[in-house]
T-cell receptor
Framework: KNQVEQSPQSLIILEGKNCTLQCNYTVSPFSNLRWYKQDTGRGPVSLTIMTFSENTKSNGRYTATLDADTKQSSLHITASQLSDSASYICVVSLSPQNAGNMLTFGGGTRLMVKP | NAGVTQTPKFQVLKTGQSMTLQCAQDMNHNSMYWYRQDPGMGLRLIYYSASEGTTDKGEVPNGYNVSRLNKREFSLRLESAAPSQTSVYFC???????FGSGTRLTVV
């Protein structure tokens, strides 16, 4: 069964600190891996998208890494800000050749940044 | 503003009532999706439409129906609401790259 597991489930850090969120997946075949940010009461917003051939992708203070061999990804947030408080969701996309359920979503990591 | 628009934002239903959740996108995307999000779980696909005129079941379609009215609009209907359908519903377009802001549904 295709699964995406994220850790930790929740995290509290102080403003200005760095943090790293983890994502392990068993999805196969693999097309791409995405990280989304979801603010409370809002829909998910895409942060980064990586194909299996990409090892890292940055979006401002957000840097995602991917190890397709071990099926692990991480999202590193640098110099956290209060506005980074949100849920971060790891999503793995099946190969484009598979129709139907294209995306497998992780349960998310809830990040709280405190002043 | 361009994007995915969902209505209503909040709804409370009694068990057995019916309702339709509306979704519209103005980005000319072919594919549209309906997901539900429950606490502690990843988003799960209910139904999707790869193009105008086609719809297919996702992971959790029971209790729901959909209509792809035209390229812009994709509606989700609950014919007889049940408490197990209490959830937050998200519409998305273009293979999940763009999401609406969600409909929080409570069935009592």
């Amino acid at each position: 069964k295709n699964q995406v597991e994220q850790s930790p489930q929740s995290l509290i850090i102080l403003e200005g600190k760095n943090c790293t969120l983890q994502c392990n997946y068993t999805v196969s075949p693999f097309s791409n891996l995405r990280w989304y940010k979801q603010d409370t009461g809002r829909g998910p917003v895409s942060l980064t998208i990586m194909t299996f051939s990409e090892n890292t992708k940055s979006n401002g203070r957000y840097t995602a890494t991917l190890d397709a061999d071990t099926k692990q990804s991480s999202l590193h947030i640098t110099a956290s800000q209060l506005s980074d408080s949100a849920s971060y969701i790891c999503v793995v996309s099946l190969s484009p050749q598979n129709a139907g359920n294209m995306l497998t979503f992780g349960g998310g990591t809830r990040l709280m940044v405190k002043p | 503003n361009a994007g995915v628009t969902q209505t209503p934002k909040f709804q409370v239903l009694k068990t057995g009532q019916s309702m339709t959740l509306q979704c519209a996108q103005d980005m000319n995307h072919n594919s549209m999706y309906w997901y539900r999000q429950d606490p502690g779980m990843g988003l799960r696909l209910i139904y999707y439409s790869a193009s105008e005129g086609t719809t297919d079941k996702g992971e959790v379609p029971n209790g729901y129906n959909v209509s792809r009215l035209n390229k812009r609009e994709f509606s989700l209907r609950l014919e007889s609401a049940a408490p197990s359908q209490t959830s937050v519903y998200f519409c998305a377009s273009s293979e999940g790259y763009t999401f609406g802001s969600g409909t929080r549904l409570t069935v009592v």
